[in-house]
């Protein structure tokens, strides 16, 4: 179920505050947020992701394969706004590498959740869907990477004794 996993990931999701987070550039070149600023404002988003996708799977049915579908179809969405958040936050130059590699790996998913969407179009179950995304190999990769990326903030994190609530399983 590393679909669904990517959905937790993701659903860490990236996303969603995209709008409402502006850009913390201080005109210096520097970032003016603290590290503790900026994993604050990273968790918020990872919990605004979350709550999205909780709230786009909440009525899937198994017995319904077209609820599934209906929710995924959502996920670009919540992974592209997500990713435009991140987009808005200029980092602290300790974290910078890995926010830069989660923005492209978060890019890279959606792009190739949205291709996995247009191939399992005509998909029979959810099953169906699910070995789709678990057997693209692209998709994995880019899965992957966003996952290693989180990992590294969470790492950043624990280095300098800041708590952080990311999930990045």
């Known amino acids: 179920m590393h ?3 990517t959905a937790g990931v993701i659903l860490v999701a990236v996303s969603v505050a995209g709008a409402g ?18 994993f604050q404002e990273i968790d918020d988003l990872d919990a ?3 709550q999205r996708s909780d709230e786009a799977f909440e009525d899937v049915s198994v ?34 590498d890995a926010h830069n590699d989660a923005i492209e790996a978060g890019r890279d998913v959606q792009s190739e ?12 179950s959810i099953e169906d869907f699910i070995t789709a995304g ?7 990769e880019a899965n992957n990477r966003f996952e290693t990326a989180c990992l590294d903030l ?9 708590e952080t609530s990311l999930n990045c399983e």
């Open 48 to 50: 605004e992701f979350s």
């Open 113 to 124: 959740f949205e291709r996995i969407l247009d191939e399992t179009a005509d998909a029979a």
């Open 154 to 162: 969470v790492q950043v994190a624990e280095d300098n004794d800041i």
């Open 3 to 5: 679909l669904i996993k």
């Open 63 to 96: 017995e319904d394969p077209g609820s599934f579908r209906a929710a995924m179809e959502e996920f670009p969405g919540i992974i592209g706004d997500f990713v435009a958040a991140l987009e808005a936050i200029d980092p602290p130059e300790e974290v910078q």
């Open 134 to 140: 678990d057997n693209d190999d692209a998709y994995v």
């Open 21 to 38: 987070w502006a850009c913390n550039d201080d005109g210096g070149g520097g970032s003016s947020l603290t590290l503790e600023e900026y």
